[in-house]
């Protein structure tokens, strides 16, 4: 079968095309024929060396997939063949035409939804959904969320405005502000442009972003306001962050760090059957900004660190 592997940490052409062995089934495991894998920024981190559940090179990367259940290990009963599903290879392996996981880590899909909407909305979607309910967002909230433009960001804004909650939201341009305006958000700011963080602004922060400006954005919360960080495309905060926290501890507010490594599998499958509730009853959208062939994972990734994707990019298998 055709990999994907990250030869060396370093620019988007350590990824190499190579042929490997299909993977053999354990027990409890199914085998995945890949349709489609989700290209997340954790892929592009990873392949820089800088994401530590990958110290050295010589992987494959990719953690969502989609496709269909074609062969199935001991343990595993016969009616899940032919099943199509969503996965999460949390170690890796996704960018592969076959990939090997237990089966109780495979979510059923719809035949309805495609391969390339279920891992735009997957991983992405599964985190805005847990953060939001962390959060507790409730109608007539002033929600702010950083990275709009982001896999995560476009979830969050849709399903915060679910909840009829007031959305603001950072983009980088008009064009795609007003693209944000039409799946939510009701206010849209430039980050390309000078900005004041407003100070009492916010019930809650969703930021997607992280680093240097973390801080002073944790000071627009409002009394009792909830801040979530599930995301971290900046890079890392200001080492004394904390003290902006401290600064506003009389509106007591709170900070959640959100990951959804911390979530047992059954929250996870939970949250993944509301999503697709969510699509079915039209209060949510897939939005992918590219499809590519496995082969051009490297443009993948280019396309990605531009800073100019809106949605998700999905790479292709067949």
Known sequence: MKVIVTSEFGGADVLRLEDRPRPGLAAGEALVAVEAIGVGYVDVMARQGRYVAFPEPGFVPGLEIAGRIVAVGPGVNEDRMGRRVFGMPMSGGGYAE?????????MDLPEAMS?????ALGMNALVARIAIDRASIGKDESVFIRGAGGGIGLMAVQMSAARQARVSATTSSDARGARLQGLGAQRTLDRSKALEPRVDAYDVVIDTVGGPELGQHIRTLKAN???????GVGGMPKADFGMDIIA???KSPTFFAFSLNSVEMAKIRAAMQQIIADVDAGLLVSVVDRILPLADAAQAHRALESGEVFGKVVLTVG
């Open 115 to 119: 391969a390339a909407d279920a891992v």
């Open 98 to 106: 076959f990939v090997a996981l237990p089966e109780a880590q495979l």
């Open 248 to 250: 506003i501890y009389h």
């Open 225 to 231: 306001g909830r801040y979530v960080l599930c995301g």
